[in-house]
């Protein structure tokens, strides 16, 4: 019996990267029941699910983003009793469990594209995208990788190019094929009869490329945005009209929707990397037959300020009209948000916090963002990414947000793991440990569960509109409302205190977290460097 099909609407996912979260076996790398053994402090956190990074079979050239088998897990993740055994548990204690779904891409050890590769007659030859060179040999576009260089390779088999958008080992499948979607589909239904609650899309907009293999034109600015787009990458030199967001997709993510509801209460959350991604994200939320909520990268990237939050958060929602936004300010791809938004001090970290929180929307947190977590300074040597290590010195890639996560400041390794974890443990780090802000009820963690918990209890936040309104330099002020209820979130994103005016009939809201909280003199409200109040209309 589903009790609430649309759990998700208002939702906080706290998004776990296996590597790195805690090793049970300790052979130096995360793995599922490591998550299963951390299940109480996820619950702890007052958050309504988990997003897993993949587990799935995988030569693990991009970390599990290039999948061998759709339907089983890494040796090096456990097994699929495992991952049985974790939505049991994770059930029991009333958190749900979406799983990453690589769709757009496979690995190229995957035995389709083994097939696929064999030779241009075989069953799956078509399964992929494949192009003939030009006269001279060269590629077929001018499309450009995510991780640079060109989007295609040569294969001698077939004396043919192969499209693949992020690395050479990650070949794009071929959606065009209507077999590759009933297979995609059948896969994602392999793991709803498994009891998953959900699915987080990764580059769910890179399915279809042009059937004609059109250029794509230079980008009229190269500008920081999106999945890709940095301005020592060559890709964000193009803007990318023919090589994803393709017309197609949207056919596909309907039927895609129609299996879900087959399963009452499941949902999903597709990652938009896109040149008009808000747009886009408007284009696969509308109607309610396509994905259930999508995210952007609006917010994962260095901007940051009240004018940018209040101008990204009007233009989705103008854009959105009856879909649902999905916000984050970090993931497994992008700098910590402490480093990323120069953060000083936990009450700027509580600020961002209380913000995120209180948006329209549904929330996904990474892990250690909850702790405060800074971004981890690694040499050269201990680099695994592939991104970093192409683009080295210039951007050091992913890995300083997935270093192992600090559970304990006395123990080695953080008390990841018993052997030298996959990445080291950030020096920094361990005074942010879990242990020691378990133990200090000013910390960032014990502000992110206690307004989280306080938040389940405001439907205002939870389902409410939203509505910025006037307010001074640097600040934000937006109401919330949801069934004749209002709060007013007044929030200084500054280190100067400030005084804002709020609306007539407006008070003090009790019962709020202690960090929340301002001087009230009659409807002026003052509040200090990084202060947060949340009063009721």
Known sequence: MIRNPDWWRGAVIYQVYPRSFYDSNGDGIGDLPGVTAKLDYIASLNVDGIWLSPFFTSPMKDFGYDVADYRNVDPIFGTLEDFDNLIAEAHKRGLKIMIDQVLSHSSDQHPWFVESRASRDNPKADWYVWADPKQDGTVPNNWLSVFGGPAWSWDSRRKQYYLHNFLTSQ???????????????????????????????????????????????????????????????????????????????????????????????????????????????????????????????????????????????????????????????????????????????????????????????????????????????????????????????????????????????????????????????????????????????????????????????????????????????NTLLYARSYEGETLFIALNLSNNPVTINLPQGSAQLAGTPDFVGGQWHGQELQLGAWGVDIARG
């Open 171 to 473: 070949p794009d499948l071929n959606f065009h094929n209507p077999e590759v979607q009933d297979q995609v589909l059948s896969d994602v239904k392999f793991w709803l009869d498994r009891g998953v609650d959900g699915f987080r899309l990764d580059a769910i907009n890179f399915c279809f490329h042009d059937g004609k293999l059109r250029d794509n034109p230079p980008s009229e600015s190269v500008a920081e945005g999106s999945i890709g787009v940095r301005q020592e990458n060559p890709y964000a030199y193009q803007f990318h009209k023919y090589d994803k967001t393709q017309p197609e997709n949207l056919d596909f993510l309907k039927r895609l929707r129609a299996l879900l509801d087959q399963y009452p209460g499941t949902t999903t959350v597709g990652e938009i990397g896109d040149d008009h991604s808000l747009q886009t994200m408007a284009d696969y939320t509308s109607g309610g037959d396509k994905l259930h909520m999508a995210y952007s990268f609006d917010l994962l990237t260095e901007q940051h300020g009240a004018d940018f939050f209040r101008k990204t958060v009007n233009t989705i929602e103008d854009k959105l009209t009856d879909g649902w936004p999905c916000w984050a300010i970090g993931n497994h791809d992008v700098t910590r948000i402490a480093t990323r938004w120069e953060v000083t001090s936990d009450q700027q970290l509580k600020a961002y916090m209380a913000m995120l929180l209180t948006l329209r929307g549904s929330i996904c947190i990474y892990q250690g963002e909850e702790l405060g977590l800074t971004e981890a300074e690694l040499a050269y040597e201990d680099l695994v990414d592939p991104y970093g290590i192409n683009f080295w010195p210039e951007y050091k890639g992913r890995d300083g947000c997935r270093t192992p996560m600090v559970w304990h400041d006395q123990k080695a390794h953080g008390g990841f793991s018993d052997a030298q974890p996959w990445l080291p443990v950030y020096e920094n780090h361990y005074s942010a440990a879990v242990a020691l802000q378990n133990e200090d009820e000013h910390s960032v963690l014990e502000a992110y569960r206690t307004f989280l918990g306080w938040r389940q209890h405001q439907p205002a936040l939870l389902k409410g509109d939203i509505e910025f309104l006037e307010s001074p330099k």
